[in-house]
């Protein structure tokens, strides 16, 4: 159902001061007012890619797996210092414990105390190698556990790689083939726009910014293109008696308002 259309006020008490333009022109502005709205279209598929989403998720995920594994590593390594520590200290304290049961098997211990002392040092040396091994087996097992965690982030890493670059080529693929279109509708938009009224393309390039990219629309079977809304009998004889070299204005949106063969006037 349309929408019931209200009388705007007019400025100062009259109408703008009227512009002229050869109704020929003022139809090739609505074939200008088509490439612009392609052209238009083209840009906003450029910045709304389904890609460019991807490619900025798999790169926040890629930048948050490349801070993990650096941690890991990090955590690795600490491990591996941890691990080799452990092993060199087992290593010492089996040494110690050798050479103390070689001098008891050789029957190097000069005196009882003394060989009790040296089976209290064995005895001790043997609980101190028990609990050495046992935080080297501990380490050992994280060294393990965060080996697969490194792995696993190297792995992610490589995949995430492997994924951005095909959305990157997708991307650039999709952007050639926008570019190449608006290259061309662009050249096109250029010569048809060759020739036409400077003050007309002045004001249609400032409606263009203020209306959302639609400067100029065409009169429909009384229905303005531009808002969507039927004149009124009192505006569409208004226009019908107009100049044709008259440049009309929507009264509701204040669109370039050019009359067609199927303009209903």
């Given at each position: 159902m349309d929408r019931a259309r209200q009388p705007r006020p007019r400025r100062g008490g009259g109408r703008e001061h009227p512009l002229n333009a050869d109704h020929a022109d003022q139809l090739r502005l609505l074939d200008v007012q088509g490439l612009d709205a392609r052209i238009d279209q083209l840009a906003h598929r450029r910045r709304t890619l389904s890609q460019l989403g991807e490619i900025e998720r798999v790169t926040g995920e890629t930048a948050q797996v490349r801070d993990l594994l650096v941690a890991a590593r990090t955590e690795k390594s600490d491990i591996e210092r941890e691990v080799a520590k452990t092993e060199a200290d087992v290593e010492a304290?089996?040494?110690?414990?050798?050479?103390?049961?070689?001098?008891?098997?050789?029957?190097?211990?000069?005196?009882?105390?003394?060989?009790?002392?040296?089976?209290?040092?064995?005895?001790?040396?043997?609980?101190?190698?028990?609990?050495?091994?046992?935080?080297?087996?501990?380490?050992?097992?994280?060294?393990?556990?965060?080996?697969?965690?490194v792995g696993g982030l190297e792995d992610r890493t490589a995949s995430l790689a492997g994924e951005l670059a095909e959305l990157e080529r997708q991307r650039d693929e999709a952007f050639a083939d926008i570019d190449k279109d608006t290259a061309y509708l662009t050249g096109e938009r250029e010569r048809v726009a060759d020739g036409l009224p400077g003050d007309l393309m002045t004001l249609y390039e400032k409606l263009r910014v203020d209306h959302g990219g639609v400067g100029a629309a065409g009169?429909?079977?009384?229905?303005?293109?531009?808002?969507?809304?039927?004149?009124?009998?009192?505006?569409?004889?208004?226009?019908?008696?107009?100049?044709?070299?008259?440049?009309?204005?929507c009264e509701e949106c204040r669109r370039i308002l050019v009359r067609t063969p199927d303009s209903g006037l």
């Open positions: 304290v089996r040494a110690r414990s050798a050479r103390d049961r070689q001098r008891m098997d050789a029957g190097q211990v000069g005196s009882a105390k003394e060989l009790e002392a040296l089976q209290h040092e064995v005895g001790t040396l043997a609980r101190r190698q028990s609990d050495l091994e046992e935080l080297e087996l501990e380490a050992m097992e994280r060294l393990e556990e965060v080996q697969g965690r009169l429909q079977h009384g229905r303005c293109l531009g808002c969507r809304l039927q004149l009124t009998p009192t505006e569409l004889a208004r226009i019908r008696n107009a100049p044709p070299d008259e440049v009309q204005r």
